[in-house]
């Protein structure tokens, strides 16, 4: 078994790996915060703080060849389905040893054994393609699910309305979960939408939905069970709207001044970290030196990967020739 | 051998591929029980059935990202936009998206999937429905580009298509459509390859879609013995082939519907020009539409599409100077 598909596996039911999970997501972006911070890393990055819980949840219950469509802000998914930080960090730095051959960059993250679609940075452009797999998964006749994952911002966007639109009339094996994270780029979603709760939206297509707490693991993963089972004994489509909050600002630019005042620290006070200690130490047994020691052994984990993907070679000229038709094409 | 009209070649192509290879599906907007609005799907639904043969909505990017999205996952989807520019709303789908997969998965997915679309002017649709629109999807790589000009090339060409691994995007002349001519259903045409369809020593025409018609009407009436290559394929074009006829010539000549910035034609004349600068005997030109909408009118219409009137004359002009013409809208003050 793959170092991915171990990592996969290791979450599935665990919660103390997967309170690990989400302390090696935070350690992550924040390792990945310092470095664009400091320009040793180029281009732009969108952290995930703050957004653990849905991102674990999610992965703990698909199966690794449910393909999972997901965005630019994908670090934290694709290390809870199983990527490791190696892969992943050397991608975000450019490295040919990344899940992308150092080709793709932080939005761009792939890895099909784990069921992870090259992630798109298009808002909304990952979710006609999820239904595609699952037109696919309906005509091929097998059990497969497929998953878009998309932000609140994203349900402004025609893809959004099309997509769902098309998945509720051919009856597709597809799980939509917006994960509301309540800011649209640097817009808050009340300044762009007229309505609070997203999830309503799948109503005009006479499709299945519900709002979770994406805060809540447990509420997670029997959420994302629910529309995962529909999806897969032929029942069709699901909209699942996560409430959770980015932590972060947009991208590496915005410092996310426009918050209201206390709103931050009023959802940090339901941090999904917090809450995943507290479950680790509860059906976990974990004691506080556990937790404690943990936390320490994760951050030196990641610093030491950080360390590693410094040194990992870059691609080659050779490389940026490749893979782009099927067979080289000279123009 | 069976003549057929090029929407006939089209939907015997389609049910051809898909009676070899289970993988393929085909939708659109009504294209199922309709039999589609040009006719290019006629019988598939029949013999295929609803789960291989489906109308969609009027979402173009739902659909054809779903073609992606499906395509990815072992199908070889073959989807119809009705106008070509109905893509104008999908394109992210196709360039953004299908065409970057073999690229960002370090070439483990591939996105084997055709993009039928109608293209251009002559049947009196307005300014909205006539459009070429080729460079859209020119200059992305990872897209294959290819229009047929005739029954025969429309069936060879579709069916290479669809075995193709990588996203194809396929641009039928309507006016074409209802055109009669012998296919045989074994000959094969690949992609990247393009066609002599007459043969001669003075001049190359190179040609796409309808204007090879145009130029074999133009070559039919000329004193000039004309040879035309029917280029068939955009990306990648057929290098060799133009090259091969230009060096025998020392004359090109590119006829284009497409207004006149930005066409494909000036990569032939480029590529020419480089490869055989000094040793042409006339300047590489490119006869294009002016740069204005396609209009409504008739006469107008006609007008702004090469003619075989117009090659004509800039080819005789070009032969008697050796001089680049100007085009009739300069010519004329507008």
């Known amino acids: 078994m793959s170092k991915g598909l171990e990592r996969r596996k290791a979450i599935q039911n665990d919660p103390i790996a997967q309170f690990e999970r989400a302390i090696e997501i935070r350690e992550f972006e924040n390792q990945i915060n310092a470095l664009f911070a400091s320009g040793t890393i180029r281009g732009t990055t969108h952290l995930c703080n703050g957004q653990e819980a849905l991102a674990i949840g999610l992965a703990s219950v698909l199966r690794t060849d449910d393909p999972v469509s997901a965005t630019y802000r994908s670090h934290g998914i694709a290390l809870a389905l199983g990527l490791t930080p190696e892969s992943a960090m050397s991608e975000i730095m450019g490295k040919a040893t990344g899940c992308c051959g150092g080709l793709g960059g932080s939005m761009h993250l792939c890895d099909l054994e784990l069921g992870l679609l090259p992630t798109s940075a298009i808002i909304g452009g990952g979710m006609p393609i999820a239904a595609g797999a699952a037109l696919a998964f309906q005509v091929q006749g097998n059990d497969r699910v497929a998953v878009a994952i998309f932000g609140d911002g994203a349900t402004n966007i025609g893809a959004f309305h099309e997509t769902l639109n098309l998945a509720a009339i051919w009856k597709l094996p597809v799980v939509f979960i917006c994960d509301n994270n309540v800011y649209a780029e640097y817009s808050r979603i009340n300044l762009t939408t007229p309505i609070e709760d997203l999830h309503i939206r799948a109503e005009s297509y006479a499709m299945p939905h519900f709002a979770l707490d994406g805060m809540d693991i447990d509420v997670v993963r029997e959420g994302v069970q629910s529309a995962v089972d529909r999806a897969r004994s032929g029942g069709g489509p699901t909209l699942i709207e996560a409430k959770t909050y980015r932590f972060a600002g947009h991208s590496r630019a915005d410092q996310a001044l426009y918050r209201p005042e206390g709103e931050l620290d009023s959802w940090k006070s339901r941090d999904p970290l917090l809450l995943l200690e507290e479950r680790a130490k509860k059906i976990g047994k974990m004691s506080e030196a556990d937790v404690a020691d943990m936390k320490v052994r994760k951050a030196k984990e990641i610093e030491a990967t950080v360390a590693l993907c410094q040194s990992a070679p870059e691609p080659t000229v050779k490389n940026m020739f490749e893979n782009i038709w099927s067979r080289k094409v000279s123009q | ?334």
């Open chain 2, 1 to 334: 051998m069976p003549a057929m009209r090029v929407r006939q070649a089209i939907a015997t192509a389609i049910a051809d591929e898909m009676r070899t290879d289970p993988t393929v599906i085909v939708f659109g907007e009504d294209i199922a029980a309709a039999e589609g609005p040009f006719k290019t799907s006629e019988g598939l639904l029949e013999e295929f059935g609803p789960i291989r043969v489906r109308d969609t909505p009027i979402s173009e990017m739902a659909f054809t990202g779903a073609a992606v999205g499906a395509a990815t996952m072992g199908l070889k989807p073959v989807i119809e936009i009705m106008f070509m520019e109905f893509l104008g709303v999908a394109l992210d789908q196709l360039v953004t998206e299908g065409a970057k997969m073999r690229y960002l998965s370090s070439g483990k997915l591939s996105v084997p999937m055709v993009v039928r679309a109608s293209v251009g002017g002559g049947l009196g649709f307005g300014c909205q429905h006539s459009q070429t629109l080729e460079n859209w999807v020119a200059a992305t790589p990872g897209l294959k580009v290819l229009s047929p000009s005739d029954s025969q090339s429309a069936y060879s060409l579709l069916r290479a298509a669809i075995q193709d691994p990588d996203p194809v995007m396929f641009l039928e002349p309507r006016v074409a459509y209802a055109e009669r001519g012998e296919v045989d259903t074994n000959l094969k045409m690949e992609i990247g390859k393009a066609r002599v369809v007459k043969p001669g020593k003075d001049l190359t025409i190179v040609a796409l879609g309808q204007m090879t018609n145009v130029a074999r009407q133009a070559a039919a009436t000329s004193g000039i013995d004309i040879e035309i290559v029917d280029l068939c394929t955009i990306v990648p074009w057929d290098k060799k082939t133009v090259f091969e006829s230009v060096k025998k010539t020392g004359r090109l000549v590119v006829v284009e519907e497409q207004p006149e910035s930005g066409g494909w034609g000036s990569e032939i004349v480029a590529a020419v020009s480089a490869e055989f600068f000094g040793d042409l005997k006339a300047a590489p030109i490119r006869i294009t539409c002016p740069s204005v909408p396609v209009p409504y009118n008739g006469g107008l219409e006609a007008r702004f599409l090469p003619s075989p009137t117009e090659v004509n004359y800039q080819i005789d002009q070009l032969m008697a100077t050796g001089k680049a013409p100007q085009p009739w809208w300069i010519r004329e003050g507008f």
